[in-house]
């Protein structure tokens, strides 16, 4: 399995943002990857001018994964939060609670980008603020894999 993510950090360079990115990733005991890797020729600093746009699509795309979630629930019949009290134990109530951590800022496989200065999936005003301001952020792209296991047996 191989996912790609977008971690914003705050950092003065590439290489210690990566470490932070790096440090989270190996100590994170919910996920686990055999292997990853920086994109350095598809990460971004702040000072880019081009920043603010990718910041926007990454955001559009997680809200887009959150509503496809939301409107698969409601696929299966579950369109307010009082439909939520049938919801059977199973798939369904795993998915919610996939959901529900998304929103709670929990980072997982899906998190295709990831704010790793607040520890959520969005980024609030006040962080904004900060990167309109100058402060130095990053956007690294990582590559992480998991390896089957006779790759696991050759690495």
Known sequence: MEVQHFFLVKSDDLESGWKKVKAF???YELIHYDDIKLLKNDSISSQNPEFNELLSRLLRKNK???????DELKDEGYCTTDDL???????????????????DGFYGVDSYFYN??????????????????????????????NLLPDEQKKA
């Open 25 to 27: 990733l190996k100590g």
């Open 64 to 70: 887009s994964f959150l509503q496809k979630s939301l």
């Open 85 to 103: 009290k049938e919801l059977p134990q199973g798939y369904l109530s795993k998915f919610l609670h996939g959901i529900v951590h998304f929103l």
């Open 116 to 145: 790793l200065e607040e520890g959520s999936h969005w980024v609030s005003m006040p962080l904004l603020r900060k990167i309109k301001k100058g402060e130095k952020f990053w956007l690294l792209k990582v590559l992480a894999k």
